[in-house]
């Protein structure tokens, strides 16, 4: 099935988003902080590719998906890191 809307898709919250309404399990706030008029939020031209690149990238490791500027500030509210940081192993610690 083919759906030209998100918000007609079974399960989506784009429609409580839209509306600026919460419904059960959605609370629009967060989303409608980051975005504002979520409407035109969804009509704006988007790289369909990058942005399924990077929310497979966000699933796929369980990171949120925001920009650098939010993800501190989850960051800092939560105590917790989410942001990837440098691979590989950490750097030992000099005991003298």
Do not use: C
């Amino acid at each position: 099935m083919h759906l030209d809307r998100g918000q007609d898709a079974p399960g989506s919250s784009a429609a409580a988003h839209i509306a600026g309404e919460n419904d059960e399990p959605v609370t629009v706030a967060p989303a409608l902080e980051r975005y504002g008029d979520f409407a035109a939020f969804l009509g704006e031209d988007h790289d369909d590719e990058a942005a399924w690149r990077r929310l497979r990238m966000a699933e796929t490791s369980g990171r949120p998906l925001g920009s650098d500027a939010w993800l501190e500030t989850i960051e800092v509210a939560t105590g917790r890191t989410l942001r990837p940081r440098k691979r590989g192993p950490k750097p030992r610690m000099k005991v003298n």
